[in-house]
């Protein structure tokens, strides 16, 4: 039986460093933990062996418990190994958190550098031209239909885009309309892919409606748009 009051503070302090090391080599929570168990078990076992080492203390002098000088020793260094445990365990338990939890940043999708105007124009007003003409009479071969599916393509997904670009002020109904222009783009995009013409038509008038609509809200009402 070692009866030192210094030396199993050291021992708590490696057995530490040992959790620390291993926390750090080994995201595993349930590892840390088990030794941070040790530990605490470590230190109550010194505990122990320290209050018999200095049982003598207690029987030769003072009766009441916690009143010999050997005992007051063996207390305040087990409050230390308290203190230095906790703040070990305080740190095993926030390192594998921080590891574990640490979420790569993502990539910010960043639309090109210019305006609503320019966007419009340069991705919507072209192929709306063209579906405007391509889908006046029913395509007549392939290569037709293969045109009105790009461009469609282009409009729905293009109106996914237009939430790279919200306005400052109502947000709610840019996003509702943007959807909705996204939605009945697809459906167009679907029939037209089945060469359906009548359900392409349909849904590509739905979608002008909310082209419009959102040109009233945010456009003053302008380029309001025929099918
Ligand atoms: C969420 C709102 C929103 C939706 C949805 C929307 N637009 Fe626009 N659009 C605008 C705004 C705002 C402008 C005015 C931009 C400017 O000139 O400042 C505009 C302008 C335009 C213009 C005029 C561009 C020019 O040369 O001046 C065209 C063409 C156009 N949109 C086509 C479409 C088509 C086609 C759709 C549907 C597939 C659509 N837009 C859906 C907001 C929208």
């Known amino acids: 039986m070692h009866c030192t009051g210094r030396s199993w503070l050291a021992n708590i302090s490696r057995l530490l460093k040992v959790a620390f090391r291993s926390a750090k080599v080994r995201v595993d929570a349930t590892f840390a933990e088990r030794k941070a168990t040790l530990i605490l078990r470590t230190m109550r076992r010194r505990y122990n062996t320290l209050l018999a080492c200095h049982l003598p203390y207690r029987q030769a002098g ?18 230390i190994g308290l203190l230095i445990a906790l703040v070990g365990l305080i740190g095993l338990g926030a390192y594998p958190q ?34 405007k003409e391509a889908l006046a009479n029913e395509p007549k071969d392939n290569t037709a239909w293969k045109a009105i599916r790009s461009d469609l393509l282009i409009l729905a997904e293009g109106s996914n885009l237009l939430a790279l670009r919200k306005p400052e002020k109502d947000q ?9 222009s996204k939605q ?29 609509e959102c040109h009233k809200v945010f456009d003053d009402g302008k380029h309001q748009l025929t099918p």
């Open 184 to 212: 009945a783009g697809e459906l167009a995009f679907k029939a037209a892919k089945l060469k359906n013409f009548a359900e392409t038509r349909k849904s590509y008038e739905a979608m002008l409606v909310h082209c419009n």
């Open 172 to 180: 709610a109904k840019w996003d509702e309309l943007s959807v909705a």
């Open 62 to 79: 003072s009766l009441s418990y916690g009143t010999s000088q050997g005992e007051q020793a063996v207390k305040s260094s087990y409050r």
């Open 98 to 131: 921080q590891s574990a939890v640490a979420v790569p940043t993502p990539t910010p999708i960043v639309p090109v550098d210019t305006n609503m105007h320019d966007f419009m124009e340069g991705m919507f007003q072209a192929p709306y031209r063209r579906l």
